[in-house]
């Protein structure tokens, strides 16, 4: 199970910018978390993640826009996210693994094996 609690979403006009928080339990926060979104009628992307050796993994997209941060003594995951487009409008969640290696996040997306998420936040970009 993986107990986390995302907030930070909202609306904003294209080129605005949000930073979302996740919040997780004691057993939940790990090394290796990460943010993922859906977009109606979309597939699930990985947008960003933290590896078991701190390295950061962005989805193609992101292209500089977006930076995935953390406050372990928090327990805390962020994402801040810069230069917003409407194609980055979706749900965004967190998500966590006990260990996982370089894009560990695209592939357990591909292969629909986490073992949860949060309840997700919203991000609305108009343009």
């Known amino acids: 199970q993986v107990d986390v609690v995302e907030s930070g979403g909202g609306s904003v006009q294209s080129g605005g910018s949000l930073r979302l928080s996740c919040v997780a339990s004691?057993?939940?926060?790990?090394?290796?978390m990460g943010w993922f979104r859906q977009a109606p009628g979309k597939e699930r992307e990985a947008v960003a993640e933290?590896?078991?050796?701190?390295?950061?993994t962005y989805g193609e997209f992101v292209k500089g826009r977006f930076t995935i941060s953390r406050d372990n003594a928090k327990k805390t995951l962020y994402l801040q996210m810069n230069d917003l487009k409407p194609e980055d409008s979706a749900m965004y969640y967190c998500t966590a693994v006990r260990s996982g290696g370089r894009g560990w996040l695209g592939v357990a997306l591909k292969a629909d094996v986490l073992d949860g998420w949060g309840q997700g936040t919203l991000v609305t970009v108009s343009s």
């Open positions: 933290f590896d078991d050796d701190g390295t950061t």
């Open positions: 004691e057993y939940t926060y790990s090394p290796s």
